[in-house]
């Protein structure tokens, strides 16, 4: 499975007026895809005469930036998004938000069983403790993204092409070839417990009846769920869950986009996305319905847009009402994740 990850949009604090959207997506495709994404990248470049060379949305006119929408629909890759809104995300809320991350991260070091790693873990949690509310804000949003993937990518490939689970390529935009920047630095360093930490609070599911054994090196077995995870879920030590650390370690790379289609194509899809948000195209019921074809049902209706704030508010019941009926629009008509009605969800668990 190959996954590249690009945003669109700067995650500032606290914006004056709504629809300061900020977005991340990936790209989620078989590597048996990939001449096939590659070449209507490459037919849209000639459509809008760039050459080899990267190209932007506002550079494409709306009727070739949906014909490419509707020729990617065709191909097996799928869509996920995380969007924020900076009129929900007051600084004293990112804070508190933060906060929380840091004490659940502290909480972990009793049950770490060597002192390198309850070392480890406190030095992790003073220095995301020290990190911008911009950054923070960014950073949440891409785990959130890689946890959505990790459940619903997998459940959706799981019936329909098991074979790409047995690896995990992320491709993520760099966004300067010559040094990494805070951001890839503290996405590095802080993703992997803020993983664990939003599994805990939101469990990971699977299906019943489903043939996962492609991905059995990304399975913690019976008996071995590390230690510091019993001490905190004791019912989990005779349970098997995904090893979410293994699977977002396995491959992942920060990339120039100019050597990647991949990529390019989450840049063109995360643009697009936030466009829609924003109620930004010509004919936005037409991108809703573009977009869903590419992106997966969610649980009991909610938006395969995953929306998030920092606030207290419900950013789903605050939102423009355009923006409202094109969400709509995209919950009605995106992909089925179940092949077969009658299959159940496994209890929820730890992953």
């Not at 805070?182 to 802080?190: G, I, M, Q, S, T």
């Not at 573009?290 to 789903?316: C, G, H, W, Y």
Request: one cysteine or more; aromatic letters at 10%; a positive charge.
């Amino acid at each position: 499975m190959e996954i590249s990850i690009d945003e669109s949009g700067s995650f500032t604090t606290h914006a004056t007026d709504e629809g300061a959207w900020s977005v991340v997506v990936a790209y989620v495709t078989p590597e048996t895809e990939k001449r096939k994404y590659r070449n209507i990248l490459r037919r849209l470049k000639i459509k809008v005469k760039a050459g080899c060379n990267e190209i932007k949305l506002h550079q494409i006119d709306e009727p070739d930036y949906f014909a490419f929408l509707a020729e990617l629909g065709k191909l097996k890759g799928v869509l996920f998004s995380v969007a924020t809104d900076s009129a929900f995300n007051h600084i004293n809320f990112i804070n508190k938000h933060k906060e929380n991350h840091v004490k659940t991260i502290i909480s972990g070091i009793p049950g770490m069983k060597y002192e390198e790693g309850k070392l480890g873990l406190k030095k992790l949690a003073e220095e995301l403790s020290k990190t911008s509310p911009q950054l923070y804000v960014q950073l949440t949003c891409q785990v959130l993204l890689i946890l959505k993937i990790i459940e619903n990518a997998v459940n959706y490939f799981v019936q329909r092409n098991h074979n790409t689970l047995s690896s995990f390529k992320w491709r993520v935009d760099q966004k300067d070839p010559n040094f990494k920047t805070d951001f890839e630095n503290a996405f590095e360093k802080f993703t992997p417990a803020l993983l664990q930490t939003f599994s805990l609070e939101s469990p990971l599911g699977l299906f019943h009846g489903f043939n996962y054994t492609k991905m059995k090196d990304f399975f913690y077995m019976p008996g071995n769920i590390p230690e510091f995870l019993i001490e905190r879920k004791p019912e989990l030590l005779n349970e098997s869950g995904l090893n979410i650390q293994k699977i977002f370690r396995d491959d992942i790379k920060f990339i120039d986009s100019k050597d990647h289609d991949g990529v390019q194509i989450a840049d063109l899809l995360a643009s697009g996305v936030r466009r829609l948000l924003k109620g930004g195209f010509i004919n936005n019921n037409k991108a809703a319905l573009l977009f869903a074809n590419l992106m997966v049902q969610e649980k009991n209706s909610s938006s395969p847009i995953l929306l998030t704030s920092f606030d207290d508010r419900k950013i789903n019941l605050d939102l423009p009402l355009y923006t409202s009926k094109l969400i709509n629009l995209v919950i009605k008509n995106c992909r089925p994740m179940l092949l077969r009605e009658k299959s159940k969800i496994m209890p929820r668990k730890l992953f």
